[in-house]
């Protein structure tokens, strides 16, 4: 690995991703509406506030994502 590739990937590291709302709720294929009434119900997906913005962490959606999962009993 290159300096320049090391330093890129060091910086992505640090800077950790959010998606907007819009994105999560495509990601998870469910309405805007259900993410705003699950903030508002203090129930669902951990979220950032950034002024009127509000960010998901990748990190977090990709949790309650493996936290949600069903395997079937065979």
């Known amino acids: 690995m290159n300096q320049d590739t090391k330093t890129h990937v060091e910086s992505n ?4 991703r ?3 709302e819009r994105e999560v709720a495509q990601l998870l294929s469910c309405s805007l509406s259900r993410l705003r009434q699950d903030r508002h119900k203090s ?3 951990p979220y950032s506030k950034m002024g009127r913005s509000v960010r998901y962490s990748v990190a977090d959606v990709s949790a309650y994502m493996t936290k ?3 395997t079937a009993i065979q």
């Open 18 to 20: 959010y998606l907007t």
């Open 43 to 45: 129930r669902g997906l």
């Open 13 to 16: 590291l640090s800077h950790p």
């Open 68 to 70: 949600c999962r069903v």
